[in-house]
């Protein structure tokens, strides 16, 4: 009877597993390459701009981590790399993953277009739709090549660091990216 009446485990999360949710590995590598596409560009951001920028850049990443997470909850609970992430192992429903991606997709592209520019969300926006509609949803259950031209979405950051700074896209930011996503593979 005490097992009838104990709470689903999703009420047990931790701020820890919410934090695995966002996918902070994959995290740093986004900010990293945005910040070395922003520090690249030949226009100086005032400090503040950047780091309020490259925040939203991160919590883009994030969001991506939450909706990657909870359209693959499936397949993650089959693989014992993937089985103990929070979804999978019941920590943290698969609608509250859904939520917390939305809710940071949309704010991090909003705020990233009110604190440096509009391309830069535009991009921001494409590179989120990118990872979740193109790679996760499409490419990963349908092609072995998925990581090769999923690649692109983690090569988009130095770009959106350019924009950042210069307001456009030109040849030394898609080099960049050109760069990663050879390297991706």
Same mark, same amino acid.
């Given at each position: 009877?005490?097992?009838?009446?104990?709470?689903?485990?999703?009420?047990?999360?931790?701020?820890?597993?919410?934090?695995?949710?966002?996918?902070?590995?994959?995290? $740093?590598?986004?900010?990293?390459?945005?910040?070395?596409?922003?520090?690249?560009?030949?226009?100086?951001?005032?400090?503040?701009?950047?780091?309020?920028?490259?925040?939203?850049? /991160?919590?883009? /990443?994030?969001? !991506?981590?939450?909706? #990657?997470?909870?359209?693959?909850?499936?397949?993650? @609970?089959?693989?014992? $790399?993937?089985?103990?992430?929070?979804?999978?192992?019941?920590?943290? #429903?698969?609608?509250?993953?859904?939520?917390?991606?939305?809710?940071? @997709?949309?704010?991090?592209?909003?705020?990233?277009?009110?604190?440096?520019?509009?391309?830069?969300?535009?991009?921001? /926006?494409?590179?989120?739709?990118?990872?979740?509609?193109?790679?996760?949803?499409?490419?990963?259950?349908?092609?072995?090549?998925?990581?090769?031209?999923?690649?692109?979405?983690?090569?988009?950051?130095?770009?959106?660091?350019?924009?950042?700074?210069?307001?456009?896209? #030109?040849?030394?930011?898609?080099?960049? !990216?050109l760069i990663i996503f050879v390297w991706t593979p």
């Amino acid at each position: 009877m005490s097992e009838l009446m104990a709470k689903p485990l999703y009420f047990q999360a931790q701020p820890k597993d919410y934090l695995e949710l966002l996918k902070p590995r994959v995290m $740093r590598l986004v900010v990293f390459t945005a910040l070395v596409g922003l520090i690249a560009a030949p226009v100086n951001v005032h400090p503040i701009i950047s780091f309020a920028s490259i925040l939203c850049v /991160a919590v883009g /990443a994030g969001a !991506c981590g939450a909706l #990657n997470m909870w359209w693959d909850a499936d397949i993650d @609970s089959l693989m014992k $790399r993937t089985s103990t992430r929070p979804i999978p192992s019941g920590k943290i #429903n698969a609608n509250t993953s859904l939520t917390i991606g939305l809710v940071l @997709s949309f704010f991090s592209v909003i705020l990233l277009g009110l604190f440096s520019n509009y391309l830069a969300a535009v991009m921001l /926006a494409f590179t989120i739709f990118f990872y979740i509609i193109i790679y996760t949803i499409w490419l990963k259950r349908s092609t072995t090549q998925n990581i090769v031209i999923g690649g692109l979405a983690g090569a988009f950051p130095p770009v959106i660091g350019w924009i950042i700074a210069t307001g456009q896209i #030109n040849y030394e930011s898609l080099l960049m !990216c050109l760069i990663i996503f050879v390297w991706t593979p």
